[in-house]
């Protein structure tokens, strides 16, 4: 069994952003050298969160403004006293900081519209880091 780790490193503009980094979680597989396992993609942050979905400008905007809608700025939270930010930390338990893709003979599996995203929660921030990790042969 193999294993091979890379941490991306980004930042962002705004409080609410999607940024697409398949293609580089793609070149992290391709250098791997490993044909078949599973690569796990973990934000490092407990106010941001991963996500599957095609990148198409207007779908983008929709699940903005849906996350927004659900997990509300200033709706009274108890975190709210200490950081002003728990709309930010209850998206990313419930969204999740981690999706786990198949990696079959050296490329990373998924879907014609499947794009891999850092959902920001909290931002803009200097610097998010997403750990991928390949475990295979």
Request: proline share 2%; aromatic share 4%.
């Amino acid at each position: 069994m193999k294993t091979s780790a890379k941490v991306l490193t980004l930042s962002t503009r705004e409080k609410y952003q999607l940024i697409d980094i398949t293609r580089s979680v793609e070149e992290i597989v391709s250098d791997s050298k490993i044909q078949e396992g599973l690569c796990l993609v973990h934000a490092s942050h407990a106010t941001a969160a991963i996500i599957c979905n095609e990148n198409e400008s207007g779908l983008v905007q929709d699940i903005l403004r849906k996350v927004k809608e659900i997990f509300p700025a200033g709706a009274g939270y108890q975190h709210d006293r200490i950081d002003d930010n728990a709309s930010a930390h209850i998206a990313s338990a419930l969204i999740g900081a981690s999706r786990s893709f198949p990696v079959r003979s050296g490329r990373l599996v998924r879907g014609t519209w499947q794009n891999i995203f850092l959902l920001e929660l909290d931002g803009p921030r200097g610097r998010r880091s997403v750990d991928v990790q390949i475990i295979g042969e």
